[in-house]
């Protein structure tokens, strides 16, 4: 009930943008149609899109858009729509996992360093600052050039590496509030540091989290990309944008279509997660009443 | 020339003197010293400022470089080369019979560690191996070995009063000098290399100033780069050839050529390995390969059909020998009668157990090898079999594959002008030893490979090989799949440009030397 109180008057801001709203709706489209992937786009008639995603028809090859193929097809003759749809599914899940375990990792490392201070929060800080002082696609190279490029590895490397912004939000926000009174009585009726971190500080540092997590949403995906196009993202012939931009690059004078749609979907995916993440920011300052 | 009528600004006959060549090199050069070449980049550099006892001529039969005449014994050990009197390095000294012992002695020093050019010395018998005066050297083989007149060429001459100084191996690798008719004027690591033709060497001088080779990796970039003027030469794929060599425009700038060499691609199988060792389970896997698709659709016609170790333009290639059909319904039948099952309903065919999963090794970054590798896998998916595709860069790729730790890759051989199998295929040849990295050992295979090489009789020596290239399609230790052809293109101002047979555009003789600049470039 609490809760509800406090989300109310931010939910009620947010709402008052139209783009947010826009960006809201295209993102649980683009979801609903990755989680389905299987059903939509799959060989046989009764699909909507009846081509399976690594379907290779060599003589098919590099057609421009028609009504068979809506999207055209790549440099095996595979559709590019369904590989799209499926590579949704591969984009989606990266950047959401992701960042799934930055905001784990994150939001741990940060709560031990702003509750306990001391030897504890000057090892978290260096740290971070040592992840901080590699250059962030680099890093990742690194680690996924370690082991061998697949999705999980993709999934570990970009959360292993974009924890620190999590990491550094929350532990400015329990610096602020663990002398809070709340934490204070909390303490005081005599709860044990891992119900007052997990039970009351955590949950009021969360907003600015959620925030930093929604953006990284849109970095992930945007990095998953750029190492698809390297070369070192997802092993084929498993689809991701990223991946079918990178196979457009040698044919990119006479297959404009390998371009331009998984560009866009790229553009417009990563666009609406930071649209969101800069309304909910906003929408989370009283003063933007 | 056909195009000679139509151009009338240039007279093709009349070849001009000076000019800038701008060529492309596609990885830097590793090393400038002749004898720790290790790629056919280091070669291109090579090759303008060194020169080997004999060259390649545009049927790639021996002709003379340093040495104007030869003799070989009659048991064919011995071979005495006579060399040009008039040969000078670009420091001005003279060339003598002692550079050339001290160059072979370089090559087999074990501390030298030279890695490819040694393979045709090995049996060098630095005993009767000597100079006879100074312009006559004496080289003796302790056996006899049919290519090795051709082998000559790959010996390019370092003069002994500069490289025996210093570090061998390191001292020599951003400079040289040589006897070629280029010196060495900078080398930029990374970047670029010019070369200056030298107003004193010593036989027919090339008719081009200066040559700049420029380091250029990416292929894009390349083809960008050639129609801005900025390079002369490059190769181009296969699609911008079929796209753009017809373009009417860019014909005005550009020469388009087309033509095959002695380069191969294939599918190695380890021999080692417990699922590809088995001989019926690789034909099987060959049957996958739709070679016609492949030549129709993504080559439109410009590539052929391999079915052994033997190239169709050589003498030793057996006509007789099929391509391996594409079936693979008969290969899943195959695969099912060698207990290969799918007993658990999940589209893998299995074996105790154990799903039938390989794992090819690929060069990453290579548009035409992602393409047969995604269609190969999406083939054996269908029959049930699960193929990982695994890019890696092609340093990593080699020495994996050296040290026999990979099971399947999709990679090329550029064979020498004289084949001789002997070094990939003879079971003496696997790792450490040489590059049998497919652990191949038929003794039968052995015999023919021995006695090929010991034939001096060129009809005798022919049949052995049509024998061998028929046991090895039987054997498929390789997957051997096609030949594509070579696609150039060069800007229209490089003129007396000609392809051999089977050595492209350069590295014979007169090839690269006989290249001019046309300092007007005409309209056509």
Redesign the interface.
């Known amino acids: 009930m609490k809760r509800t109180d406090l989300f109310a008057p931010v939910w009620r801001r947010f709402r008052r943008s139209r783009l947010a709203i826009a960006a809201l709706i295209y993102i649980a489209l683009v979801s609903l149609i990755a989680l389905f992937a299987p059903l939509i786009a799959t060989n046989g008639t009764k699909a909507l899109v009846p081509f399976a995603p690594n379907d290779a028809q060599l003589v098919d090859r590099l057609q421009p858009p028609s009504v068979v193929h809506r999207l055209g097809t790549d440099e095996l003759g595979r559709d590019i729509l369904s590989r799209m749809i499926h590579g949704a599914r591969v984009s989606l899940t990266i950047g959401l996992t992701a960042t799934l375990i930055s905001l784990i990792v994150g939001s741990l490392l940060g709560a031990l360093a702003g509750y306990y201070g001391g030897a504890i929060d000057w090892i978290v800080s260096r740290l971070i600052e040592i992840v901080l002082c590699f250059p962030f696609l680099f890093l990742v190279l690194g680690i996924v050039a370690l082991f061998r490029p697949s999705m999980t590895t993709l999934m570990i490397a970009l959360g292993l590496t974009s924890w620190t912004t999590e990491a550094r939000f929350v532990r400015g926000e329990f610096l602020r509030i663990r002398e809070l009174e709340f934490a204070q009585a909390a303490r005081a009726s005599g709860a044990r540091d891992v119900r007052i971190i997990f039970r009351h500080l955590l949950p009021n540092a969360f907003a600015p989290v959620l925030v930093a997590a929604s953006f990284g949403v849109a970095a992930a995906i945007l990095t998953e990309s750029a190492l698809s196009f390297l070369g070192v993202g997802v092993s084929v012939p498993t689809a991701s944008w990223g991946s079918i931009l990178a196979s457009a690059e040698e044919n990119i004078d006479y297959a404009w279509w390998m371009v331009v749609f998984p560009g866009l979907a790229i553009f417009l995916t990563v666009a609406a997660f930071n649209v969101i993440g800069d309304r909910f920011r906003d929408a989370l300052d009283p003063r933007f009443e | 020339m056909q195009r000679a009528a139509a151009d009338t600004a240039v007279d093709e006959n009349t070849p001009q003197e000076g000019g800038t060549l701008l060529r492309r090199l596609e990885t830097d050069v590793s090393t400038l010293n002749p004898v720790l070449a290790t790629s056919r980049y280091d070669r291109l550099v090579e090759n303008y400022i060194f020169s080997p006892l004999i060259y390649i001529d545009a049927n790639l039969q021996p002709t003379a470089g340093l040495a104007e005449k030869w003799e070989i014994s009659p048991d064919g050990k011995l071979y005495t080369f006579h060399l040009s009197p008039k040969a000078t390095f670009s420091d001005g000294v003279p060339l003598r019979a002692s550079d050339v012992i001290f160059t072979l002695h370089k090559l087999v020093d074990p501390k030298t560690e030279a890695p490819q050019i040694a393979g045709g010395f090995e049996q060098l018998d630095l005993a009767t191996t000597r100079a006879v005066d100074d312009h006559t050297v004496a080289i003796g083989f302790k056996e006899v070995f049919a290519s090795q007149l051709s082998r000559f060429n790959e010996l390019l001459i370092v003069p002994e009063h500069v490289y025996s100084k210093g570090d061998f191996r390191n001292d020599f690798v951003s400079q040289a000098i040589g006897s070629g008719p280029y010196r060495m004027v900078r080398r930029v690591p990374g970047k670029e290399i010019l070369l200056e033709r030298r107003d004193d060497y010593w036989t027919r001088k090339p008719y081009i100033k200066t040559v700049l080779f420029k380091v250029v990796v990416e292929?894009?970039t390349a083809w960008n780069a050639l129609q801005k003027g900025e390079l002369d030469e490059t190769p181009v794929?296969s699609?911008?050839w079929l796209?753009e060599s017809n373009n009417v425009q860019l014909k005005k700038k550009l020469d388009f050529r087309r033509f095959y060499t002695l380069s191969y691609n294939y599918i190695p199988w380890n021999g080692r390995d417990p699922i590809v060792g088995d001989k019926r389970v690789r034909r099987a896997l060959s049957m996958c390969v739709?070679l016609k698709?492949?030549i129709n659709?993504?080559y439109h016609g410009t590539a052929r059909a391999m079915t052994g170790p033997f190239t169709p333009d050589s003498w030793a290639y057996n006509p007789e020998v099929p391509v391996v059909e594409f079936n693979p319904l008969e290969a899943r039948r195959i695969l099912n009668s060698l207990g290969w099952l799918d007993t658990d309903g999940d589209g893998i065919l299995d074996k105790a157990k154990k799903p039938l999963r390989l794992e090819m090794l690929v060069i990453?970054?290579s548009?035409p090898t992602?393409?047969f590798?995604?269609?190969f896998?999406?083939e054996l998916?269908k029959i049930g079999v699960q193929l990982?595709?695994?890019?890696l860069d092609p340093s990593v790729l080699i020495q994996r594959v050296l040290a026999g730790n990979y099971q399947a890759a999709y990679i090329g051989w550029d064979q020498d002008p004289d084949p001789d199998p002997y070094n990939i295929f003879h079971s003496s040849q696997i790792p450490p030893h040489g590059q049998n990295f497919i652990y191949y050992a038929n003794p039968q295979a052995d015999r023919l490979i021995e006695a090929g090489r010991r034939e001096l009789d060129h009809g005798k020596r022919q049949a052995i090989y049509r024998e061998l290239h028929a046991l090895l399609a039987e054997d498929q230790p390789y997957t051997w799949t096609i030949q594509v052809s070579s696609k150039w293109a060069s800007t229209r101002r490089v003129r007396g440009v000609r392809e051999s047979n089977g050595y492209g555009l350069f590295l014979w003789y007169p090839g690269e030397f006989d290249w001019w600049i046309a300092q007007q470039p005409p309209p056509r």
Not at chain 2, 388 to 391: E, F, K, Q, R, S
Request: proline share 4%; net charge negative; glycine share 8%.
């Open positions: 292929n894009a794929s699609d911008i796209n739709d698709s492949l659709n993504l990453a970054g548009g992602m393409i590798a995604q269609l896998q999406s998916k990982n595709v695994l890019p």
